[in-house]
């Protein structure tokens, strides 16, 4: 089992790298991106002997605790069996 783990900074802070990659675009004629939010991504490989509920369970805890700054960063994840 894997679990894919998404890291991006909540919306209500800047994003500088975002903003120069999407001036970046502009500047290349790459039209049709308004804007652009730049994260992490984690993939963990979760011991097999967890069932779905537990990994679902400490995935979430090692995302909270771990991979993000909860006072800038949002994240999300999704489990692969």
């Known amino acids: 089992m894997k679990a894919h783990v998404y890291v991006t900074l ?3 802070v800047l994003d500088a790298q975002g903003q120069t990659i999407a001036n970046a675009l502009r500047r290349l004629s790459l039209t049709g991106v308004s804007a652009v939010r730049q994260g992490k991504y984690f993939v963990l490989t979760l011991d097999p002997s967890l069932d779905k509920a537990a990994a679902e369970a400490q995935v979430d805890k090692i995302a909270r605790e ?5 006072v800038i960063e949002e994240y999300s994840f999704r489990i692969e069996e």
Do not use: R
Request: aromatic share 0%; glycine share 0%; charged share 10%.
């Open 10 to 12: 909540k919306t209500t």
């Open 66 to 70: 771990v991979l993000t700054n909860p």
